[in-house]
């Protein structure tokens, strides 16, 4: 990429929806760095996982929320907005996607059901080099100062390198100021989960409905993963994979003849 | 679970709703080998991915669909229905969980949409040993019967094993009579996926809209994946793995201080 003369094209989506503050952030972090264009969802989409649209069909509508730069927003989820992108706004493919910034954390098994890192490995999956970016604050008003910082020093790291065809980060930030930010530290995702308790109400006509609520419990001592980083107020990058065989599973299945 | 003297719990649930032909044909495949729970989505939730409900609460409410067997249909996704049935129906997690049958493949990439894998993943997670079933016929009329028999072999061999805990396994069946199935290939995941292509339409008003669309196109030749597997009438059992980490693009990064 670096030996393009033109611009890169920064494709820009997230899960919180084209509102957010987050995802203003990132365009502002990255607009200096490529020809950056958003299409994001008209609606919040967290938790959505890789859901995409398959049973109706969706709306998309050009937008003046970021000036100069072109945007649109769907009705569709973080995945569907970078199949439109590619195919219907584009009509190729951008050189980076970028998604996020998150408000709040996508570390540990979290990346599964993040809508922010299923865009990012949806445009992997594509061969688009991509990174997820969540800052772990859930506020609406998060400061995004130091998120910025790191967006923009990776992003521009990420444009210089000669990438992988499927480079996929998924980067999580620690809350607090740039100063407290301590570097970078390339991690596994760790084995820890939230551990549901669903709140059960009754409506105002005595049936019973059900919040998913839960406590977040890290299993995983390491101090090479994601969720050690951040406790200790590292960056944490997760380089993410699309291949989910369990080649060792795979193995051991064969060697014992398992459905013989 | 073989020294067990009471019946193993099966808990069963899908994505193409609580009304689908697979699913019923799923636990009439199994109900000789345990006692068999219900809890599916109460409308279609295909392609929804690992998504979950975080926005909205959760109606939940017992049905007499199955006779005997208890059931419960949800409004929430298949991963809802997971956390839901260990949470508030069984109040422990099931022996085994069984996702499907699915009408229509999930293998390859397709894995990563899938609600029914999504299900099976989840349980996965939570420790309780799990397959995701999906036979390739998307018609609301199609014929389990060797479905059924593949499913009914392999879960008693589930049974009998002592399995890992995080034992997960993505299964897709041909189409076709029992007799033409040629067996069962433990397989990787291959490199296919959809080429898509939104169809645009105008709506009555003028306006246009977007219908997501695709030609399935195999980048992967090898063969010991799952695609191959299926054209060649076997069925296909890729085990899957929930760490997502890509160790290899990890092992480079920090070999590169890509970041520093």
């Known amino acids: 990429m670096a030996k393009k003369k033109e611009k890169p094209v920064i494709l820009i989506t997230n899960d919180d929806d084209i509102t957010s503050k987050g995802i203003r952030s990132l365009v502002e972090a990255v607009s200096d760095l490529g020809t950056v264009v958003v299409v994001a969802p008209d609606t919040?989409?967290?938790?959505?996982?890789?859901?995409?649209?398959?049973?109706?069909?969706?709306?998309?509508?050009?937008?003046?929320?970021?000036g100069e730069?072109?945007?649109?927003?769907?009705?569709?989820?973080?995945?569907d907005c970078v199949k439109l992108a590619v195919d219907k706004i584009l009509h190729r493919k951008p050189d980076i996607c970028l998604s996020g910034i998150n408000h709040g954390a996508n570390h540990s098994i979290n990346v599964i059901y993040s809508g922010t890192m299923?865009?990012?490995?949806?445009?992997?999956?594509e061969g688009i080099p991509s990174i997820g970016f969540s800052l772990l604050d859930?506020?609406?008003?998060?400061?995004?100062?130091?998120?910025?910082?790191v967006v923009n020093k990776m992003v521009s790291k990420m444009l210089q390198g000669n990438l992988e065809k499927?480079?996929?980060?998924?980067?999580?930030?620690?809350k607090?100021?740039?100063?407290e930010i301590k570097g970078i530290r390339v991690c596994k995702q760790a084995y820890a989960k939230y551990e549901e308790d669903f709140t059960e109400r009754l409506d105002p006509h005595g049936k019973k409905y059900y919040w998913l609520t839960g406590e977040f419990k890290n299993f995983d001592k390491g101090k090479d993963t994601d969720v050690w980083a951040l406790e200790n107020n590292y960056v944490s990058v997760v380089p993410v994979?699309?291949?989910l065989?369990?080649?060792?599973?795979?193995?051991?299945?064969?060697?014992?003849?398992f459905f013989q």
Chains 1, 2 share one sequence.
């Open 166 to 174: 499927h480079f996929l980060l998924n980067v999580n930030i620690p």
């Open 245 to 257: 065989t369990n080649y060792e599973l795979k193995a051991q299945l064969e060697k014992t003849k």
């Open 241 to 243: 994979q699309f291949d």
């Open 44 to 66: 919040p989409q967290s938790g959505m996982g890789h859901a995409i649209t398959i049973g109706s069909p969706l709306r998309m509508r050009k937008v003046t929320l970021f």
């Open 176 to 179: 607090g100021s740039p100063e």
């Open 118 to 125: 299923s865009a990012a490995m949806e445009a992997a999956i």
């Open 69 to 79: 730069i072109d945007a649109w927003q769907t009705s569709g989820t973080p995945v």
């Open 138 to 149: 859930y506020s609406d008003d998060a400061d995004f100062t130091a998120a910025k910082q």
